[in-house]
């Protein structure tokens, strides 16, 4: 016979009692993670003590944790906690030392609520700083409960990806505009620029070494909206930003955009005004797509002669509002003969009867880049004492192709120097970024050292901000677009991919002091 033991509550009964027990036991289950069930590492730099960003620690099992901009991980994975764990810390350009079997990396106790410190050697002469841009910057900072150095430390406006910066002062603030940006919410987000402000440093802003207090321009959803209010499909890009005074002496922003189909095919080009009153850009002139001069890049302004000119690299135009929407004020600094168009199939270089390269201020006439230098250098066109804008690795006299970037007066070195990126070479594609000097903004660079690598990754569109120059120049500071694109990478590093990272140079280095003369090999 079978007995069976009826239970003295009621089906009801017996329901309620469970949901009683349920949410008796939610507090701990449900209670958020406290900084002490964290296990932090803070990886350093040896030489500075400061905490290194974009240091990927990896176990033995190839589970992968990234340090934030403070240097930090955090750590509260179940089946590491109270564990000896040995990690792997590696970073495009820093090394841990090798123990006794060659393995660079190091047992450590994870406990909760602990924190152990990493020290790396920097091998780069330039120092990475922090991530301006995206998801989570300080995000392990937080989970470990310390305070970040600036207000939005986890997501600002939504943004989660930048593409290529461009700043500059205008109306007493620091103005910051990039291209593509990402979305949290959708794989697409927005191609119209995304803008924001900043304090200067002079006027309340952080310390550049700190970071940078961003306020975006945002749409009625909090995300990032686009700036650049120019009719017609596709991605609006900005390039040349300058400050000019319109006819009542009023300043305004100027900048050159492009709307695109693709990569590299353009529908419309011209310039666009600053509108104050609605924080976006508006159409003030439309050039024709055969001109060949317009502004682009990062510009400078430049006294040649009396003559005051904003330079946009070997293009100038005269630093006034009538010359800027005239495309027949801009001249190039070129070796081509006036009026002639770039060619692969053999430009005509503006020779004397003797022989004599003419290189000299141009109108109406393709500018030659780096990239196109080397194509006439390698077909025997152009004699190495020739070049201008071909560089020399000082270390091995190797060719270094320089890509964009930008070009500064320093005080410090009573130089101008170049920042930029290497296109090609037997470097990983953009990801290499190299420092020059010459005594003109035209050149000729000669003789160049690498300042940061980015191993199988790309770092391109490199800018110097000398806003953020101290020590009368002998600090500066650079930032670059940190992304798989172009690199052949096919696992982007989380967080920091398609963002711009920061870095610190110190120009008193000995490592920077580069030959003068023009004895390259």
């Not at 036991?25 to 900084?35: C, F, N």
């Not at 952080?206 to 207090?213: E, I, M, N, T």
């Not at 201020?361 to 066109?381: C, M, Q, Y």
């Not at 004699?383 to 190797?398: I, K, Y």
Request: net charge neutral; glycine share 10%; aromatic share 12%.
């Amino acid at each position: 016979m079978t007995h069976r033991i009826r239970c003295p509550f009621s089906p009801p009964a017996r329901l309620a009692i469970g949901w009683i027990a349920i949410i008796a036991l939610l507090p701990a289950v449900l209670r958020a993670a406290s900084p002490d069930d964290y296990f932090g590492i803070q990886v350093i730099d040896s030489a500075t003590g400061r905490g290194v960003p974009l240091v990927e620690l990896r176990t033995v099992s190839n589970q992968r944790f990234y340090t934030d901009s403070n240097g930090l991980a955090a750590l509260n994975d179940p089946a590491l906690l109270n564990q000896k764990v040995f990690f792997y810390p590696e970073s495009p350009g820093y090394e841990f030392p090798p123990d006794g079997f060659g393995m660079r990396g190091a047992s450590v106790d994870v406990k909760p609520g602990t924190l152990v410190t990493l020290k790396l050697k920097r091998l780069n002469i330039a120092e990475r700083l922090y991530r301006v841009t995206g998801q989570g910057i300080y995000r392990d900072t937080v989970l470990l409960g310390r305070k970040a150095p600036i207000r939005e430390p986890l997501l600002n406006a939504k943004v989660v990806g930048q593409d290529s910066v461009q700043m500059l002062a205008y109306n007493e603030k620091l103005y910051w505009f990039w291209g593509d940006t990402n979305r949290l919410a959708y794989p697409l987000g927005h191609f119209g620029m995304a803008g924001a402000t900043s304090p200067l440093p002079s006027k309340g802003g952080l310390d550049p070494s700190v970071g940078v207090d961003l306020t975006y321009f945002i749409d009625p959803t909090g995300f990032s909206r686009p700036t650049c209010d120019i009719p017609g499909n596709g991605p609006k890009w900005l390039e040349g930003l300058v400050v000019v005074k319109d006819d009542t002496g009023r300043d305004r922003m100027i900048a050159r955009y492009s709307r695109m189909k693709s990569l590299n095919e353009v529908l419309e080009r011209g310039l666009v005004q600053w509108d104050d009153a609605s924080g976006s850009w508006k159409l003030l002139k439309q050039f024709s797509l055969d001109a060949p001069l317009y502004p682009t890049g990062q510009p400078i302004r430049y006294t040649d002669a009396g003559t005051d000119y904003f330079y946009f690299g070997s293009i100038r135009v005269r630093a006034d509002l009538q010359s800027l929407t005239d495309p027949g004020a801009y001249e190039t600094f070129t070796c081509l003969k006036p009026g002639a168009r770039y060619s692969k199939n053999g430009p005509p270089l503006d020779r004397a009867a003797d022989g004599t390269l003419n290189w000299s201020w141009k109108r109406d006439t393709s500018p030659v880049t780096g990239i196109e230098e080397k194509e006439l250098f390698n077909r025997g066109a152009l004699e190495p004492g020739e070049c201008r804008f071909l560089l020399h690795d000082a270390q091995t006299h190797r060719l270094v192709v320089p890509h964009n970037g930008s070009v500064c007066w320093n005080e410090y070195r009573k130089r101008w120097i170049l920042i930029a990126a290497e296109f090609g070479g037997d470097a990983s594609f953009l990801g290499e970024v190299w420092y020059a000097e010459a005594n003109s903004p035209i050149g000729p660079w000669n003789w160049a050292r690498k300042i940061a690598t980015h191993p199988h990754y790309s770092f391109y569109n490199p800018v110097q901000h000398p806003l953020f120059d101290q020590k009368g120049g002998q600090i500066i500071y650079f930032e670059g677009t940190y992304a798989s694109t172009f690199s052949g990478n096919d696992h982007p590093t989380p967080l920091y991919d398609y963002n711009q990272l920061m870095y610190r140079l110190d120009l008193a280095d000995p490592r920077l002091e580069l030959p003068r003369d023009d004895d390259r090999k």
